[in-house]
């Protein structure tokens, strides 16, 4: 008895600590950004006439929808009339489905619900592969060297 704890004494601890914790060991989660303002250098959608088709980069692929064509050209302009009533379709195996100024805004980005913001498709030209989001968390830091 010179200070050791015997083992079957550790190993009892161990199993009651275990089984006096349930689930996993995780902190809560909150979302710091939620209720504050948030703004984007730009959206899928706004800023333009009419819907706008987006893809996703990584798509969804089924054989039977491989090659499925969403616009008509007709005297060299798109026909889009069908596109709201279509939903997502599958473009070339990418996954595709369409935006409008209210459809993706950014405050999806931190309500906290399954809505999503959608930054603009690059078809609309390489100036949007950069797209800045910013979030006001009402608190001005200093950076000091």
Request: glycine share 8%.
């Amino acid at each position: 008895m010179g200070g050791q704890c015997p083992v079957w004494l550790v190993s009892a601890l161990f199993i009651l600590t275990l089984a006096n914790v349930e689930g996993e060991l995780t902190p809560p989660y909150f979302n710091l950004a939620e209720g504050r303002k948030i703004s984007a250098s730009s959206t899928c959608g706004v800023d333009i006439d009419g819907p706008e088709l987006y893809c996703k980069l990584v798509g969804s692929h089924t054989d039977d929808q491989q090659n499925k064509t969403l616009f008509d050209y007709h005297d060299d302009h798109f026909h889009t009339q069908d596109l709201s009533r279509q939903g997502h379709v599958v473009i070339q195996g990418q996954q595709c489905d369409y935006c409008l100024p209210d459809s993706h805004p950014v405050e999806n980005a931190i309500d906290g619900s399954e809505k999503w913001w959608q930054s603009p498709p690059l078809s609309r030209g390489m100036k949007f592969n950069e797209v800045n989001l910013t979030i006001d968390f009402g608190q001005t830091s200093s950076i000091v060297n």
